[in-house]
């Protein structure tokens, strides 16, 4: 039996990154987290990820290349971060020449939309099909778009950028502007939902987290804003799902917490909008994957772009 390859994975997201080793067959064999602290700015995160990565490898195999997840828009092949709405202060960030100027190591860089497609098509609900969508539904709300059997990446490597889609005339704000999808779909939308719906409870600052713990436990406050954001979730499936037909959509985190207290909602909007042909062709699901989901798919970028995906 042939030895493992391992690879270095980092996550990078707004609320926190992960470091871990793990094998071109998906496996986790170490993980290492930390809070991402947006507020300290870019240099001080990029040094503990720097500090995290080499207490990894100082007790790990040797790697095969470095490969990183983290939420656009980007540059896929430089490497190259602009600003991401999560990130502030990541302004045309070189990632993946300094991470390859520090480590030495092959370096690939993805969009987390689509490195969580990859995870979940290689290794969890996606595997064996040709078209499906993966939502990340975190502190953000990205797409990954695998249309006949490809991810799609488009022109510019913005596909996928379906937080930005304006769906109501107003609503929390996010990407400058008040009504996006993402404004009412990922945890920081959540939270002004739950402020301006509940401002007596929730307009001192509540967190995505409270909210779902306190919607699991029936709370009635809770249950309508997530029934609302559920709502505004299937708006958004049913231009997906007219648009490119897909036979599959996984929603990440949000959905995995929150079950069908979310996805419920979300698909009674999704069939009442959508072609009935194609939402009949559709199955909307959660990860695999589960938990484990984003650090399989800060292993993705390697085994894509790297070649380095076993058969």
């Known amino acids: 039996m042939a030895a493992p390859t391992y690879l270095l994975g980092m996550d990078i997201g707004g609320t926190k990154t992960a470091v871990v080793l793990g094998t071109t067959a998906g496996e986790i064999c170490r993980r290492e987290v930390f809070p991402t602290r947006t507020e300290r700015g870019f240099e001080a995160t990029f040094a503990e990820l720097c500090e995290t990565a080499a207490k990894v490898l100082s007790t790990s195999p040797p790697v095969a290349a470095i490969s990183v ?183 990440g985190s949000m959905a995995v917490r929150l079950g069908d207290l979310l996805l419920d909602p979300a698909r009674e909007i999704l069939c009442r909008e959508a072609l009935p042909g194609a939402v009949a062709a559709v199955r909307v699901t959660t990860p695999e994957l589960g938990e484990e989901l984003g650090d399989v798919a800060s292993l993705c970028a390697a085994l894509v772009q790297g070649r380095l995906k076993e058969a």
């Open 69 to 251: 997840a983290i939420g656009g828009p980007l540059d896929v092949q430089r490497g190259i971060i602009y600003s991401p709405p999560n990130l502030p202060g990541w302004d045309n960030i070189p990632l993946k020449d300094w991470l390859h100027e520090r480590f030495q190591q092959p370096v690939y860089v993805e969009h987390d939309g689509n490195a969580g497609t990859l995870a979940e098509l290689y290794f969890g609900a996606g595997r064996g099909h040709r078209n499906l969508i993966f939502l990340t539904m975190g502190t953000g709300l990205g797409a990954g778009l695998v249309l006949n059997g490809q991810l799609y990446r488009g022109t510019t490597d913005t596909a996928g950028e379906v937080g930005h889609w304006r769906i109501a005339p107003d609503g929390p704000l996010a990407y400058g502007k008040r009504g996006s999808w993402e404004g009412y779909c990922a945890g920081p939308g959540m939270e002004k939902l739950a402020a301006e719906m509940f401002p007596a409870r929730w307009g001192l600052g509540g967190t995505a987290e409270e909210l779902v713990e306190a919607a699991r436990a029936d709370d009635a406050d809770a249950l309508r804003v997530v029934r609302r954001v559920g709502e505004m979730l299937g708006k958004g499936l049913a231009l997906l799902v007219d648009v490119l037909n897909p036979e599959l959509i996984i929603i």
